[in-house]
């Protein structure tokens, strides 16, 4: 059989170059059944302010392709050019662009049989489901999305994708111990999906792939196959 084709989306801080090293173990684990490509999102970030929490868990220290090309898929403040997640704003910076980067990445790279989101990116995975439902992107065809550390934006214009819950299948991952994104933020995000599945772990803000997590990510992608 065929492995499935995944879209993987970074998070805040991060890039295609830097998630791909960072998810190196769900890559091992999984390699039978997906093929993970990766895209960059197209807004570099400004230097850390001391009070952005960086998305830095899961010892990310800048290597070779490392994080010393931040990128971001969106900022809530839009003079600051920063973000965070629980800043809640009118209106945000930037969005538009990475729906384009995406549907880019769809023509080029795809076709893709699901996305895969991690914190700013997996909020952002949400929205990109929200569009394809609403029939706002043809290029887009996902059939399923596995979202770790997602959210839903506290920014005011972005909750019309929150309307009505997402028929398509997900899987939401998060960790018990997360300091950046915390459980009951992800938690929340499950409500905006018709039948979630849920796969919790008990570390922070990471991509998980124990072994112990092999069995939940292979049932939920095998109904998929």
């Excluded at 065929?2 to 801080?13: E, F, M």
């Excluded at 791909?20 to 990766?38: I, N, S």
């Excluded at 549907?103 to 995975?125: H, N, W």
Aim: charged letters at 20%.
């Amino acid at each position: 059989m065929a492995p499935l084709r995944v879209l993987c989306v970074h998070g805040y801080r991060q890039n295609g170059c830097s998630f791909r090293e960072k998810t190196g173990a769900l890559r091992k684990l999984l390699k039978k059944q997906v093929e993970l490509v990766y895209v960059s999102a197209p807004h570099s970030v400004p230097q850390a302010s001391s009070d952005e929490a960086p998305e830095k868990e899961n010892g990310s220290v800048p290597g070779p392709g490392g994080d010393e090309d931040p990128k971001g898929w969106w900022f809530s403040d839009i003079q600051a050019r920063s973000f965070s997640a629980q800043q809640e704003c009118e209106a945000s910076l930037g969005l538009a662009e990475s729906v384009t980067a995406v549907r880019e990445a769809v023509k080029v790279q795809g076709p893709f049989d699901g996305i895969l989101g991690f914190s700013q990116g997996a909020a952002f995975v949400a929205m990109l489901c929200s569009l394809q439902e609403q029939k706002l992107e043809p290029e887009f065809s996902f059939r399923f999305a596995i979202l770790v550390a997602g959210f839903r934006s506290a920014c005011k214009e972005h909750q019309t994708f929150y309307s009505a819950p997402l028929q398509i299948p997900s899987l939401h991952v998060f960790g018990l111990e997360d300091r950046v994104i915390p459980d009951s933020m992800s938690r929340e995000l499950l409500t905006s999906f018709q039948d979630p599945q849920v796969l919790t772990h008990p570390g922070g803000h990471f991509v998980p792939a124990a072994s112990a997590h092999r069995q939940t990510y292979q049932d939920f992608l095998k109904m998929l196959q």
